[in-house]
């Protein structure tokens, strides 16, 4: 068997079957490192593909006297964390949508309208939130103050600050569906 070093040294001299050689030995356990972290097969064969294109191109620079393996896994660990910050998910139901209902509810507060089902919900789930959350809903969408703000304001870590975020949106969220409901029986 060849090994490893003599097959870097060919392909670096223009020996494509060198490389070949390199890629088969290695491209199952890339993919499997790969698959284990994307959940469509179609991502995994075009991340693995490019890792090893982008090995090919930097093979150069590669030092022999180290594993091809390890080396050729971290550029695909790379590409993967391009790969998920560029298709990061959108949240649903965040804080915009959040936002124009406080808005809307304030703007009815002061208005001669009738309250919707939905900003009528919205209010009577608000008056039952604890008091903590109820404060932070106010600095965060009231007075505007944002993430940053927030998390020097509050003494914590910006994930913390974003999960308690997330749960009270979602506490409110849920409220609204169960009270919207009841109105609508």
Request: net charge negative; glycine share 6%; with cysteine.
């Amino acid at each position: 068997m060849i090994l490893d070093k003599e097959l870097i040294g060919r392909a670096r001299a223009g020996d494509l079957d060198a490389y070949c050689e390199l890629v088969t030995r290695y491209q199952v356990n890339v993919r499997a490192c790969l698959a284990v972290r994307l959940n469509g097969w179609h991502e995994v064969e075009d991340l693995a593909q490019e890792a090893f294109v982008t090995a090919f191109r930097k093979l150069d620079d590669f030092d022999a006297e180290k594993a091809f393996g390890p080396w050729v896994r971290s550029i695909a660990f790379n590409l993967l964390r391009n790969y998920w910050r560029k298709h990061r998910a959108e949240p649903v139901g965040g804080a915009e949508e959040l936002e124009l209902l406080i808005d809307e509810e304030v703007g009815l507060r002061y208005s001669e309208h009738h309250e919707s089902d939905t900003l009528a919900a919205l209010k009577l789930c608000i008056e039952k939130l604890p008091q903590p959350m109820r404060n932070l809903l106010n600095l965060r969408y009231h007075e505007g103050l944002s993430v940053g703000e927030l998390r020097k304001r509050l003494n914590v870590q910006h994930s913390t600050l974003t999960m308690r975020l997330h749960r009270l949106r979602e506490q409110l969220r849920l409220c609204i569906e169960g009270q919207t409901e009841s109105y609508n029986l």
